[in-house]
T-cell receptor, first 113, second 114 residues
Framework: GAGVSQSPSNKVTEKGKDVELRCDPI?????LYWYRQSLGQGLEFLIY????????KSGLPSDRFSAERTGGSVSTLTIQRTQQEDSAVYLC???????????FGPGTRLTVT | KQEVTQIPAALSVPEGENLVLNCSFT??????LQWFRQDPGKGLTSLLL?????REQTSGRLNASLDKSSGRSTLYIAASQPGDSATYLC?????????????FGKGTKLTVNP
C-alpha cells in the first residue's frame, strides 16, 4: 500500500511569511508525528497526535508553530512569520498502534530566505 | 532527559567487510529502540524495531542487539555492499509518560567502497 506522503517536497519562502506543510499518513494509522531535521542538529520531535486524544505539543519550538489533524487522517503543520532558523527538513511519520514502528514520509525541505 | 549518542559519526569500509554501528542512550527505561537508514535527500526507512523485552532482531544481513541495562544497542551489517552506503540513525522511545515520541541520535554516515 501507499506510504506516508508529504507536500510540498520543497518550499522556499521569504522571512515573515506563513507556510503550511501537509502530511498524509498511511491509511488506518492512528498515530501521526512531526519531526524537524536541521543541519547539524539531528532529528527533533515537534508534535504527536493519537486518535482523538489531545496532541502532545511539547516539542514545538515556539508559538509560531501549530499543527492540526483533520478527521483523524491528514495533518497540516503551520509556521507563522517564518524565520531563517526555521529552515530545515520537516518529516512526518505514522504508526499503526502503540509501541509499533514509525514509518516516515520523504519530508518537506523548507528554506526561509 | 534522554540523550542518544552514535559512534562513530562516520565510517568508511571496503565492500564485503562486516561492520558494527554503536548506539548508546542515557536512560535505560525505554519502551523500544528503532534503527533507520536515511539516504541523501530522502526520508527515513525503518530497518529494525527492538522491544525493551527483546535482546535482538534480525533482518537479512542486519542484526540489531539491545542491552537495556547498559544503555547500548549495536547494528551489525554482514558482508557490506556499496548499496548499504547511507546514514544510519538510532532512536529510542521512552517508557515514561504517554507520548510515543522518538529521541534520535545524530547518526553514523556509512560509506562502503567498491
Amino acid at each position: 500500500g501507499a506510504g506516508v506522503s508529504q507536500s510540498p517536497s520543497n518550499k522556499v519562502t521569504e522571512k515573515g511569511k506563513d507556510v503550511e506543510l501537509r502530511c498524509d499518513p498511511i491509511s488506518g494509522h492512528t498515530a501521526l508525528y512531526w519531526y524537524r531535521q536541521s543541519l547539524g542538529q539531528g532529528l527533533e520531535f515537534l508534535i504527536y497526535f493519537q486518535g482523538n486524544s489531545a496532541p502532545d505539543k511539547s516539542g514545538l519550538p515556539s508559538d509560531r508553530f501549530s499543527a492540526e489533524r483533520t478527521g483523524g487522517s491528514v495533518s497540516t503543520l503551520t509556521i507563522q512569520r517564518t524565520q531563517q532558523e526555521d529552515s530545515a527538513v520537516y518529516l512526518c511519520a505514522s504508526s499503526g498502534y502503540r509501541g509499533r514502528e514509525q514509518y516516515f514520509g520523504p519530508g518537506t525541505r523548507l528554506t526561509v530566505t | 532527559k534522554q540523550e542518544v549518542t552514535q559512534i562513530p559519526a562516520a565510517l568508511s569500509v571496503p565492500e564485503g567487510e562486516n561492520l558494527v554501528l554503536n548506539c548508546s542512550f542515557t536512560d535505560s527505561a525505554i519502551y523500544n529502540l528503532q534503527w533507520f537508514r536515511q539516504d541523501p535527500g530522502k526520508g527515513l526507512t525503518s530497518l529494525l524495531l527492538i522491544q525493551s523485552s527483546q535482546r535482538e532482531q534480525t533482518s537479512g544481513r542486519l542484526n540489531a542487539s539491545l542491552d537495556k541495562s547498559s544503555g547500548r544497542s549495536t547494528l551489525y551489517i554482514a558482508a557490506s555492499q556499496p548499496g548499504d552506503s547511507a546514514t544510519y540513525l538510532c532512536a529510542v522511545r521512552d517508557q515514561q509518560g504517554g507520548s510515543e515520541k522518538l529521541v534520535f541520535g545524530k547518526g553514523t554516515k556509512l560509506t562502503v567502497n567498491p
